[in-house]
């Protein structure tokens, strides 16, 4: 009742010991998780080099991008256009000091010392676009960090001492140690796998430690968080500079991935392909982008043949893409996951009162 | 020898608040004009007056929502007068709002550990707290005093109107509170749900001071010591309780016509 009583319960209270948070819904809770897990890394066995590389590889890529604007706009409240631009800025990096075909530009410096590097001046990037961003709310956000992406992608067009303008970085050099070539089918479908897990869990693990509890008050209600004594810019310019980290870490990746980076690779419908792949998974859960990257992938591979089999132009795959994206807007805003979730419910709603879904926001 | 008296007295007499003549305007309307208050430590008094008084605005000055336009600020002798919000609530301010301002999308206990959270060490930790982490247990201590034990793993968009009203003040409870602004936070609670409210804002430790605006005068006079008057932005009136309830232009102004 009252803060006496309350200083009195407190050694009951100690002997019991708090309860642990509520669970969260994550891949290892739900029935389908280890088995994903255990196909995942059994992959290599059972797809060839395409499918590993064009196919899962690309999606654990792609997801990664997206995990950073799920960890945004999930969490924060914020959307992000920009988090493309700092995969690509991450990518360029890694050309610019690493070693390319394009010996004037790049500085030659080995792998290990030209990713980590790649990975300062992409989180420093994505904290200055954050610290701008973050002056403005909703839709000005989207404005601001998609006017961000827009002009790094014509400043990679125009510029050629260091981006080697539109013609771009070719024949960039992919990591060799221990004694292994990390660019091999095999050795980079596992490097990408460990480093998509690392983000994945990362960002699950900080949803519920205090740095990400904050984030998810600033979401719901900023001004109630500035009067629990949060500062609440300084917590969304953190969270940019996290989301940049997982953002550059899949834009290393990516440029390993193709040996070569241009402007065409941080257009600006590159950027917007992010939000979609984001959308369509669902950003209320980390899994979301994951899943959105491979539906995207799968569609972006197969809609081409697909659409030439039934007599239609190849190049709208796009279309399918659109079309699907529409569908589940419509259907779910939380995107396949959501649609999921309500499904799953529906199945328990039988025996059980339902739970809520937990972290969800429109 | 008296003197030496006076000066050692007035060492500890510092006020927890103290406005001087603020003003806030918005655009050509003052909203707060000259309001000059100073209100003791553990003082507990009641802000009254009908709707667009100026009340809520005052609140928003405090905790520095808004800028005061001119006039100083003072919260336990030091001037904070253009300190952000949440060094304002780091020094022990606290407020509770008339419309709840809550997480509506986490449970009650990550809003009561937020609160927890905010006014200590860490709020960055990328950590997830242990299960003997003090601050966690700082929030069920909370949560159990004001009656939410048994929701705390609800989403606050799940609770009642009137759990949602208690978890408005469990949050302005975290921590070490020196003073607590309440804005109505009787509004729409059942009768029941006023007297446990009454019963929570007496039993406050003595060393917490507040503010409260009530439109509800059986919650408003049980609970404090003063009464200041507010009316178009202006202080009109301070007293005890029993003086301004039976001040004749009060009740004219306030409890007879405006009153419902």
């Known amino acids: ?362 | 020898m008296d003197r030496v008296a006076d000066r050692l007295s007035a060492l500890g007499s510092t006020a927890a608040l103290e406005l001087r003549g603020v003003t806030r305007m918005f655009g050509a309307l003052a909203a707060l004009t000259d309001i000059t208050i100073t209100v003791r430590p553990g003082e507990r008094r009641a802000v009254l007056g009908s709707n667009g008084a100026g009340k809520t605005t005052l609140f928003n000055c405090v905790t520095g929502d808004f800028l005061p336009t001119s006039g100083t600020i003072r919260f336990f002798g030091e001037d904070v007068t253009a300190f952000p919000p949440y060094e304002r609530i780091r020094r022990g301010l606290r407020r509770t709002y008339q419309i709840s301002a809550l997480f509506l999308g986490l449970t009650v206990r990550d809003n009561v550990y937020l609160a927890c959270r905010g006014v200590s060490r860490a709020r960055f930790s990328m950590l997830r707290p242990s299960v003997n982490d003090a601050l966690m247990q700082a929030a069920e201590r909370l949560i159990e005093a004001v009656h939410l034990t048994s929701v705390r793993d609800q989403l606050v968009s799940e609770l009642a109107h009137g759990q949602q009203r208690q978890l408005e003040i469990a949050l302005a409870l975290a921590g070490a509170p020196r003073f607590i602004l309440f804005d109505e936070p009787a509004a729409g609670l059942s009768p029941t749900e006023r007297r446990e409210l009454v019963e929570i804002l007496t039993a406050l430790p003595p060393h917490i001071g507040y503010i409260i605006i009530e439109h509800d005068m059986d919650v408003a006079l049980r609970v404090v010591e003063s009464v200041t008057m507010m009316h178009n932005g202006r202080i009109f009136k301070e007293g005890a309780p029993h003086e301004i309830e039976s001040d004749p232009e009060v009740q004219e102004l306030y409890l007879g016509g405006g009153h419902e």
């Open chain 1, 1 to 362: 009742m009252s803060l006496i009583q309350e200083a009195r319960t407190r050694e009951s209270m100690l002997a019991r010991g708090a309860t642990a948070p509520p669970a969260t819904w994550s891949v290892t809770e739900q029935p389908w998780g280890w088995a994903l897990a255990a196909l995942l890394l059994i992959m290599p066995l059972i797809a060839n080099g395409f499918f590993l590389i064009e196919i899962f590889g690309t999606t654990l890529i792609l997801g990664t991008i997206a995990l950073s604007l799920m960890f945004l706009a999930g969490y924060g409240g914020m959307v992000s256009l920009m988090q493309l631009t700092i995969a690509g800025f991450a990518g360029y990096m890694v050309a610019v000091f690493g070693v390319s075909g394009n010996a004037n530009i790049s500085l030659g410096w080995p792998w290990w010392l030209a990713t980590p590097m790649a990975l300062v001046l992409a989180v420093l990037f994505g904290t200055l676009g954050g610290a701008l961003a973050v002056r403005t709310e909703g839709i000005y956000t989207i404005m601001i960090t998609l006017a961000i992406g827009a002009a790094f992608y014509y400043f990679t067009n125009q510029n050629w001492a260091i981006f080697n303008g539109h013609t771009g970085i070719n024949t960039i050099a992919t990591p060799h140690f221990l004694g292994i070539n990390w660019r091999t089918d095999i050795a980079f479908y596992y490097l990408i796998l460990v480093v998509a897990a690392l983000c994945y869990f990362a960002v699950l693990y900080l949803s519920r430690a205090p740095f990400g509890l904050a984030l998810q008050g600033v979401r719901d209600n900023p001004r109630r968080m500035a009067a629990l004594g949060f500062n609440v810019n300084a917590h969304r310019i953190a969270a940019y500079a996290f989301a940049a980290l997982i953002a550059g870490l899949g834009g290393v990746l990516q440029v390993w991935n193709y040996r070569q980076i241009s402007p065409g690779s941080v257009a600006v419908e590159r950027c917007i392909d992010i939000l979609i792949v984001a959308v369509v998974g669902g950003i209320t859960r980390p899994v979301g982008p994951y899943i959105g990257a491979f539906i995207f992938v799968i569609l972006r591979t197969f809609a081409l043949d697909f659409l030439v089999k039934v007599g239609l132009d190849g190049n709208r795959f796009r279309l399918l893409i659109g079309l699907g994206f529409l569908a589940i807007v419509f259907w779910s805003s939380d995107g396949v996951i959501g649609l999921y979730e309500r499904w799953r419910r529906r199945g328990q709603q039988k025996d059980a009162p339902p739970r809520s879904g937990g972290h969800g926001h429109g």
